[in-house]
């Protein structure tokens, strides 16, 4: 199917803090509450609409366990935007975001944009980690913020789609080089021939099978 | 003696092609190396293993709350509940405790590589293995609390022997930064380009890396992405083999990726590549399927392995 951008994502964060379930819950929408580990990486992708245009967003899942840190790496380089998850019924997965932070900086390109992700917002009784620490850490690192639950889906298009709207004002305002694909960002075919090819397109919604 | 390696060879020519399962728990534990082929010391070994693999649970097992264990203690229990999360047995309270213990008390007796992300899956043939001597039918809803402590107990400790001696020999597939891993990938990479240009050429065609879907395959011993019944099944081969889990695995990766053939060239983009080779459809496999694999995998070696640029062991 054609786009006007391709943008690609990296989820990043603690073991177990439901990443794979966020990526899931986006490309398929459904839940899965036991999920399979995530090993090495793996991917999934969707399309979506920004501004009457349509972006096909690549996604690379990453495993938590810091044995699989060598391999993971790699993948930071070439990645327009990151969604940095923690659990906010695990503290220890909010104390380690300083470590995720400096690791995804050093190693991926200055301007990524990075989407810090509060998780598993339906578990209010288990809460360890209030919103406004989340708050606070993001305005204080220069990330976005959100709240969501994979579980019920709340906020968890907002998430994806919020970052994609703050790459595209980048490339807007001519902050990303569009041209060098180690962005992470990539010009579609359909971009050339402006609008008109919008029209109808919006089937790729449930990618999953790889559809788009 | 003579008649012992006579007996193994033998055991491992006819196991190669597949063993029947009322005998395949002994047979398992004679071909890793864990019980004698001397009839008159197994007992004793058994015996004897098994007492110090529980002299280690109570030496070590309480240890898992301690700062310098606790971390890997955590990561191995939120692991178990998402081991094979489909199969009723792993979501059994005695059966995940089974687990935990294993992976522990494995983990802090190799420290060079602990516990990663993986290792779990390894375990879980040998288990269901080594129970099946004790169920009639359907392993895989079982009740394994209903079987006496000392059977419990047993199945335990050979699965963690088993498991040890199956590790042994991939360490360094768990090693910092998974050296073991990198060089089978690249070793599968290079075997593919003189094997089947045209679907080397179809990934470098649209960017796709070995990495990219091999690595699982290699760290989990392509378990994820085949059925349980057929890992099993593959075992016996690899068992047979000598290096099954490392050499051998690398010809059957390369099969496995080759059987895929079609629908890997009919694919049009990136995209469409990394979703099917990350799932790809063997929900329906069984021994036919395997039993193919296999065969082709060993002309590979056959064919491939004495070749220049060869892999080297």
């Keep these: 199917m054609a786009y006007a951008y391709l943008f690609k994502y990296i989820i990043i964060g603690d073991t177990g803090v439901g990443k794979s379930c966020l990526l899931l819950q986006f490309t398929d929408k459904r839940f899965q509450p036991v999920h399979d580990l995530t090993i090495g990486v793996e991917f999934g992708a969707r399309m979506i609409t920004i501004d009457g245009k349509q972006i096909k967003l ?25 969604l940095l998850v923690y ?103 359909q971009h050339a021939t402006t609008n008109s090819t919008l029209s109808g397109s919006q089937g790729g919604q449930q990618a999953g099978g790889g559809c788009c | ?24 728990p002994i047979t ?41 264990y606790k971390d890997t203690y955590r990561q191995i229990h939120i692991d178990i509940p998402r081991t094979n999360p489909l199969i009723p047995l792993f979501q059994q309270p005695a059966v995940q405790e089974v687990f935990e213990r294993i992976l522990f008390i494995w983990a802090i007796r190799h420290p060079a590589s602990g516990y990663v992300q993986g290792i779990n899956d390894l375990v879980t ?12 039918e359907d392993v895989e809803n079982f009740d394994v609390a209903s079987l006496p402590l000392d059977t419990q107990r047993n199945i335990e400790a050979d699965s963690f022997w088993c498991m040890t001696k199956l590790l042994d020999g991939i360490q360094d597939n768990y090693t910092f930064a998974q050296p ?34 091999a690595f699982r395959w290699m760290n989990n011993l392509l378990m994820r992405e085949l059925p349980l019944r057929c890992t099993i099944r593959l075992w016996d081969t690899y068992q047979a083999e000598q290096e099954g889990f490392s050499h051998f695995h690398l010809y059957v990766c390369a099969a496995f990726l080759i059987e895929w053939r079609k629908e890997i060239l009919s694919m049009v983009d990136f995209q469409g590549l990394l979703m099917l080779l990350q799932n790809l459809p063997t929900i329906h496999w069984g021994n036919e399927e395997v039993g193919l694999l296999l065969a082709e995998a060993y002309r590979l070696k056959y064919m491939f392995a004495d070749a220049p640029n060869h892999y080297k062991r």
């Design chain 2, 28 to 68: 398992w534990r004679l071909l890793s190396g864990y019980l004698p082929v001397n009839m008159e010391r197994r007992d004793l070994v058994l015996k004897r293993k098994r007492d110090e693999y529980f002299g280690f649970i109570e030496q070590y097992y309480h240890s898992r709350t301690d700062e310098t």
């Design chain 2, 180 to 213: 073991g891993i990198q060089n089978k990938v690249k070793a599968l990479e290079e075997l593919v380009s003189r094997i089947d240009e045209d679907i080397h050429n179809y990934f470098k065609r649209y960017e796709v890396e070995y990495l990219q879907f």
């Design chain 2, 1 to 24: 003696c003579m008649l012992c390696l006579y007996f193994c060879s033998e055991l491992r020519k006819h196991s190669w092609s597949g063993i029947p399962r009322e005998v395949r």
């Design chain 1, 58 to 82: 690549q996604i690379w899942d990453t495993a938590g366990q810091e044995s699989f840190r060598s391999i993971t790496r790699s993948y930071y380089r070439g990645a327009a935007g990151a």
């Design chain 2, 125 to 136: 043939p040998f288990f269901v293995v080594f129970l099946s001597e004790f169920v009639e």
């Design chain 1, 87 to 189: 659990d906010i019924t695990r503290r220890d997965t909010f104390n380690h975001l300083t470590t995720w932070l400096e690791d995804a900086r050093q190693h991926s390109n200055s301007n990524m944009v990075i989407m810090l992700i509060g998780n598993k917002s339906d578990l209010e009784s288990r809460r360890e980690v209030k919103k406004e620490e989340g708050e606070a850490f993001a305005r204080e690192h220069g990330l976005i913020f959100m709240e969501t639950s994979a579980k019920t889906a709340s906020n968890v298009e907002e998430a994806f789609i919020n970052t994609a709207k703050e790459i595209y004002e980048k490339i807007q305002e001519g902050v990303f080089d569009i041209n060098n694909e180690a962005n992470g960002i990539k010009i579609g075919p």
